[in-house]
């Protein structure tokens, strides 16, 4: 007798899901670069078009990032996107469209 009930339950919230847009919609991607210098001996690392919301590990000897997208780049402290990174002021690790920041090699970033 649960198992009829519990059968409806799941088809309502699939069906509700399904009609509120619950499918995944594909991952945005930022247009344009974001551009990391490490050492003068060192080609510059380009990601281009990076994809929103992804978690990206900076080079080992990374020191300058630029954020030549149309969106925001988050600066984070460790791999994994974890600790955002102060810069300038930006208790978030912001750094908005145009600008540059100093990052470290054993940090990350991310686009939203």
Known sequence: MRRPVITAVLAA????????????AP????????????TELQPLDVYENPQQGTCYKLPPFSHLLDNLTDSTVHVYA???????????GSLDG???????NHVIGTGSFKVY
């Open 94 to 100: 912001s750094v908005k469209p145009g600008f540059g």
């Open 27 to 38: 991952a945005q991607a930022a247009t344009g670069r974001v551009v990391v210098f490490s």
């Open 78 to 88: 460790a791999p994994g996107c974890l600790f955002p990174a102060a810069l300038n």
């Open 13 to 24: 919230a699939s069906a509700t899901a399904t009609l509120l847009g619950g499918a995944a």
